[in-house]
Nanobody, 114 residues
Framework: QVQLVESGGGLVQPGGSLRLSCAAS????????MGWYRQAPGKQRELVAA???????NYADSVKGRFTISRDNAKNTVYLQMNSLKPEDTAVYYC????????WGQGTQVTVSS
């Protein structure tokens, strides 16, 4: 089955950390560029971080220095390490594949609140 499945979301206090995972199945993961997006209530979905098949990365200005995207091709998984979380990081986080299949995961909720 061709799909992306996110995990790792939850409730965390400001300043805390979370690591999101996105497991791919049914695709040749290593050839895909991958991205993490987020959508907060009432806002448009935005790109948070992306990683190419070759490992190059880019980040939204709002998360630079706090978030790190990485991939493990042996595990068909892309990660988003989120540190120093802020209330404005609260959103549903989605992973997306770019390649022969353009797939979206189902999303995982991240809530940053005291």
């Amino acid at each position: 089955q061709v799909q992306l499945v996110e995990s790792g979301g939850g409730l965390v206090q400001p300043g805390g950390s979370l690591r999101l995972s996105c497991a791919a199945s049914g695709i040749i993961f290593r050839i895909y560029d991958m991205g993490w997006y987020r959508q907060a209530p009432g806002k448009q979905r935005e790109l948070v971080a992306a990683i190419t098949s070759g490992g190059s990365t880019n980040y939204a200005d709002s998360v630079k220095g706090r978030f790190t995207i990485s991939r493990d091709n042996a595990k068909n998984t892309v990660y988003l390490q989120m540190n120093s979380l802020k209330p404005e990081d609260t959103a549903v986080y989605y992973c997306k594949s770019t390649g022969p299949y353009a797939l979206w995961g189902q999303g995982t909720q991240v809530t940053v609140s005291s």
